[in-house]
Each structure stands twice: as C-alpha cells, then as structure tokens.
C-alpha cells in the first residue's frame, strides 16, 4: 500500500467517526505532521509513513513541539491497526 492510499484510509476513518480532518500540503512551518484532525473536544495532527519511512529530525521537532503544548501529535505507519490509535 502506498503512503498516499495509507492517508486517504485514515482520512475516510478519521471522517466515518465524527472527526473533521484537513490534509496539510504546504504550511508555513516544515515537518509538521500530514494530517490535522479536529473535534469539538479534540485536536490531534497525525505523521503518516509507510513502513520503511523515516520520520526526519525536524518531523520528531515538530511532533514534540506540538506534545510540549499539549496538543496531541502521532506517528501512524501503514501495518499499524491505526484505528485503535484514534480514539
């Protein structure tokens, strides 16, 4: 499966259970996350990688960055049972 085919499975979950989510192309900041999930009690952004991906430097800087602020930041590789991660 492909990385983009990953995304758009998460996407179609993500949206079958009441999330709004927006599939981030290019933003003002580099290596943050692919995809922002919104709820109303909720916000979650989301790093997809395909099995042998690699999450670079400045991804993990971002991911912490978003963690250290409280908002939550995962990583999501294809394999992973991902549904049980998004709650």
């Not at 943050?32 to 919104?38: E, H, K, Q, R, S």
Request: aromatic share 6%.
């Amino acid at each position: 499966m492909s990385e983009a085919k990953f995304q758009s499975d998460i996407i179609k979950h993500l949206e079958a259970t009441g999330w709004y989510s927006i599939k981030l192309i290019k933003t003002n900041k580099n290596g943050i996350p692919d995809i922002v999930a919104v709820r109303a009690d909720r916000t979650l952004f989301i790093e997809v990688k395909s099995v042998k991906g690699v999450i670079s430097p400045l991804q993990k800087h971002r991911i912490k960055e978003l963690n250290e602020m409280g908002v939550p930041a995962i990583v999501l590789r294809e394999g992973e049972d991902f549904k049980s991660k998004i709650k």
